[in-house]
């Protein structure tokens, strides 16, 4: 993980406020209760009806399930697909469950992706967050699996039910 963060432009580092493991899994209320029993918790539920995003620059709609537990200074997100096509339900049919990307909490999302496009790495999948999150949250997942290994996550602003 060290290699990982030394290879991330210092300014990223300097304005993420919390970092994020996300992984996809098939039940993640199921995987969330194995993880309590290893101690690992507790987690928040959030469950989202519709989600309108893009997905390759095409819209799209889909419903998700999350289960977020604080780590540290880290998160760990549990993402389950309930409907629709996305980035996360194509890495399940691929790979099967696992980590699918490294979130980044940010204090300026506008500034952070502006740097990210004008470098060329292209959005994967970009969504508005859904109430009860503040007007303007906004995350997206980037393409940057050949440069890092991971596809990373900017995201504003972090959970809200971990606060």
Partial sequence: MSQFLNNLPLSIL?????FQVGMVVKDARKTAKEYESYGVGPFVEEEFPGIDATVYGKPANYRNRALVANLGGWELELLQVLEGK??????????????????????????????????????????????????????????????????????????????
């Fill in 86 to 163: 996305t980035i996360f339900q194509e890495f399940l049919v691929k790979r099967g469950e696992g980590v699918h990307h490294l979130g980044l909490y940010v204090d300026n999302y506008d500034v952070e992706m502006t740097k990210w496009k004008q470098k060329g790495v292209r959005v994967l999948q970009e969504s508005k967050c859904p109430p009860p999150y503040p007007e303007g949250s906004r995350y997206a997942y980037l393409d940057t699996e050949k440069l890092f290994g991971i596809i990373l996550e900017i995201a504003w602003p972090t959970t809200i039910s971990l606060k």
């Fill in 14 to 18: 300097k304005s993420t406020t919390k």
